[in-house]
């Protein structure tokens, strides 16, 4: 399993965990995909399939393999879900509580951890000019 499968899983169900999908977020996320390297192809298709499938399943298999991850991508995909969640200048509840689920009680990683890697994160998707594409 790798980072971008985990990723794009959790993006998912990021945007999808307050019922209302943002511009802000969407561009964020397309800069999250140009930063990992995925393909704006391979993205919408992973998108478009993981429509059809319940969330409870997503959410097994992006912990799953999630886990499989090395500690540094682990920090790095919480790190991604953070920046997402703030493009709009605001984390909603339900944003934050499915964060914290899979931060802290399903992966066990350090908050301080996720906030440094997320500041470098910040650093890096706002130094590239931002784009909306019509990915949701």
Same mark, same amino acid.
Request: aromatic share 8%.
């Given at each position: 399993? !790798?980072?971008?499968? $985990?990723?794009? #899983?959790?993006?998912y169900?990021?945007?999808?965990?307050? &019922?209302e999908?943002? +511009?802000? +977020? =969407?561009?964020?996320? !397309?800069?999250?995909?140009? $930063?990992?390297?995925?393909?704006? &192809?391979?993205?919408?298709?992973?998108?478009?399939?993981?429509? #059809?499938?319940?969330?409870? !399943?997503?959410?097994?298999?992006? =912990?799953?393999?999630? @886990?499989?991850?090395?500690?540094?991508?682990?920090?790095?995909?919480?790190?991604? /879900?953070?920046? %997402?969640?703030?493009?709009?200048?605001?984390?909603?509840?339900?944003?934050?509580?499915?964060?914290?689920? %899979?931060?802290h009680?399903?992966? !066990?990683?350090? /908050?301080?951890?996720?906030? @440094?890697?997320? #500041?470098e994160? %910040? &650093? /890096?998707?706002?130094?590239?000019?931002? &784009? /909306?594409?019509?990915?949701?």
């Open positions: 399993m !790798n980072l971008k499968s $985990a990723l794009i #899983k959790l993006y169900l990021l945007v999808h965990a307050d &019922s999908l943002n +511009e802000r +977020e =969407i561009a964020v996320g !397309n800069q999250m995909i140009k $930063a990992e390297g995925i393909s704006e &192809s391979d993205f919408q298709t992973t998108f478009d399939q993981l429509k #059809k499938r319940s969330e409870a !399943n997503i959410y097994s298999e992006a =912990i799953e393999e999630i @886990k499989k991850l090395d500690h540094k991508s682990r920090v790095r995909c919480i790190a991604w /879900l953070c920046v %997402v969640a703030n493009a709009d200048g605001f984390m909603d509840k339900k944003e934050w509580q499915f964060i914290y689920k %899979v931060y009680k399903e992966l !066990n990683l350090s /908050l301080d951890e996720v906030m @440094k890697v997320q #500041k994160l %910040v &650093s /890096l998707t706002f130094k590239r000019p931002q &784009s /909306l594409l019509s990915i949701l």
